[in-house]
């Protein structure tokens, strides 16, 4: 039998199966809490893109204006800091939702690798407090860290 | 290594409405009726899939069913239409059998299930009858990789680089394990018929 007929025959074979028992009741079980923790998810990853992107928004005007106006390099790098706490207190504020929440030993590697990170980043923003690109670096940090965390609490 | 993340598509970026939208939009904002509707849709499809790459265990089929369908409702408020839903989901489904696949590393017990088999007959090269029923048996009793990549490119026509992609292994492994996965077939169906 060649490949082309034994291929043949294979495709033959019913694309549809119908289980055993009706399996929805076991998947709505677990929408409603899905649900909840959508809520609170989206908005805030949305939030922090949004700031993310203003502040690159802010940095990338700066930057064109940086020959003519260099006495706002002090200003902007507060607003940077003012950026960075802000976007850390949002992100403490969501991960409390997860609090005592037990982790999967195989991710705490990757975890804590997030949360040094998101310390290095913060460091070189008090270093370098101009640097939109380290604020947006902080916000997928955290982004990241958030999403795996929820993933992980809800399955 | 293998990855539950929708594989990026290669789509062109203009494509047809998919019929799924206005559920997987309805879905995607909560509405659980909504995406009721949309299993109660893909359900068998999705099964079929998922009932074969695990080697014709019902149980194990239908949680990885499951767990699917809650995955898909995680992650419809991240779907963009870049593809067909159809295609995602079932992609979906497919990644999150082969992680479960994975973690049994040859644990897995090779019986199949013979009561779900289909007696639907079908003529071989040589003018023998290869049923269904005997197709199903000999691609539940392969070796699980082998199976897989048969499976995902001999039913569902998916290509070698998907399949390396999903499977974690070269496109060249890929290749030589459908390779094996033939050879396999041939041999255990002229064992049947003899």
Redesign the interface.
């Given at each position: 039998?060649?490949?082309h007929?034994?291929?043949w025959?294979?495709?033959?074979?019913?694309?549809?199966?119908?289980?055993?028992?009706d399996?929805?009741p076991?998947?709505?079980s677990?929408?409603?809490a899905?649900?909840s923790?959508?809520?609170r998810r989206?908005p805030w990853i949305a939030g922090l893109a949004l700031a993310a992107s203003l502040s690159l928004a802010i940095g990338l005007g700066w930057r064109q204006m940086e020959p003519e106006i260099s006495t706002q390099d002090s200003l902007r790098a507060q607003l940077v800091q003012r950026e960075a706490d802000a976007m850390t207190r949002e992100y403490r504020a969501a991960m409390r939702h997860f609090s005592g929440a037990p982790m999967p030993e195989p991710l705490l590697p990757t975890l804590l690798s997030l949360d040094q990170s998101a310390i290095d980043i913060r460091q070189a923003i008090a270093d370098d407090p101009q640097s939109a690109f380290l604020l947006q670096q902080l916000q997928r940090t955290y982004a990241r860290r958030l999403t795996l965390t929820q993933?992980a609490v809800?399955? | 290594m293998l990855s539950l993340a929708v594989p990026a598509e290669t789509t062109p970026a203009v494509i047809p409405r998919d019929e799924d939208v206005d559920l997987v939009r309805a879905a995607g904002q909560g509405d659980a009726r909504a995406f009721e509707s949309i299993y109660r849709k893909h359900l068998r499809r999705v099964y079929a899939v998922v009932w074969r790459l695990v080697g014709g265990h019902h149980a194990r089929a239908e949680d990885l069913v499951q767990e699917t369908f809650v995955r898909a409702w995680q992650a419809l408020p991240g779907f963009r239409f870049e593809s067909a839903f159809s295609t995602w989901l079932h992609r979906l489904a497919v990644n999150t059998t082969l992680m479960e696949l994975r973690s049994r590393s040859g644990a897995e017990a090779l019986e199949t299930d013979d009561a779900a088999l289909e007696w639907q007959a079908t003529p071989d090269s040589a003018g023998r009858i290869a049923t269904a029923a005997d197709l199903e048996k000999i691609i539940a009793s392969l070796p699980p990789r082998a199976r897989a990549v048969l499976i995902l490119y001999d039913i569902e026509g998916w290509k070698h680089e998907e399949i390396a992609a999903s499977l974690g292994m070269a496109i060249g492994s890929s290749k030589a394990q459908l390779h094996r996965a033939r050879s396999l077939m041939r041999t255990r169906l002229e064992g049947e018929s003899s």
């Open positions: 039998m060649s490949d007929q034994l291929r025959q294979l495709r033959q074979l019913p694309r549809e199966l119908e289980p055993r028992r399996l929805w076991g998947i709505a677990q929408l409603p899905n649900n923790a959508r809520s989206w993933r809800t399955g | -």
